[in-house]
Nanobody, 127 residues
Framework: QVQLVESGGGSVQAGGDLRLSCAASGYTYSNMGWFRQAPGKEREGVAAFYTFYTGGRTTYYADSVKGRFTISRDNAKNTVYLQMNSLKPEDTAMYYC???????????????????WGQGTQVTVSS
């Protein structure tokens, strides 16, 4: 059974930085992503590692976080990170880590593509 555990959330002022971690156990998935959901809004993709059928890999970012957020991973620790810099109040949300089995269809930002989810970690950015 795959388990994903997020950590690193908290409260910061606008312009501050946070680093989220997602520790995976049970299996290592190459397709991992970060999503967020603010109250009253749909869950949206923030960043993700994506593996193509050919084996090629890439990373994707939502336009709203490009240049500010960086997704990375430490395979030895089976952990995915989301470095968030220059945070804005509109980044306030619950952040979730997700994993998709190879061959899962859908765009990287589509929640239904992902098979496993963490419990979430809250990020609050004050102005």
């Amino acid at each position: 059974q795959v388990q994903l555990v997020e950590s690193g959330g908290g409260s910061v002022q606008a312009g501050g930085d946070l680093r989220l971690s997602c520790a995976a156990s049970g299996y290592t998935y190459s397709n991992m992503g970060w999503f967020r959901q603010a109250p009253g809004k749909e869950r949206e993709g923030v960043a993700a590692f994506y593996t193509f059928y050919t084996g090629g890999r890439t990373t994707y970012y939502a336009d709203s976080v490009k240049g500010r957020f960086t997704i990375s991973r430490d395979n030895a620790k089976n952990t995915v990170y989301l470095q968030m810099n220059s945070l804005k109040p509109e980044d306030t949300a619950m952040y979730y880590c997700a994993a998709a089995r190879l061959g899962s269809g859908g765009y990287w930002y589509t929640p239904s593509r992902y098979n496993y989810w963490g419990q979430g970690t809250q990020v609050t950015v004050s102005s």
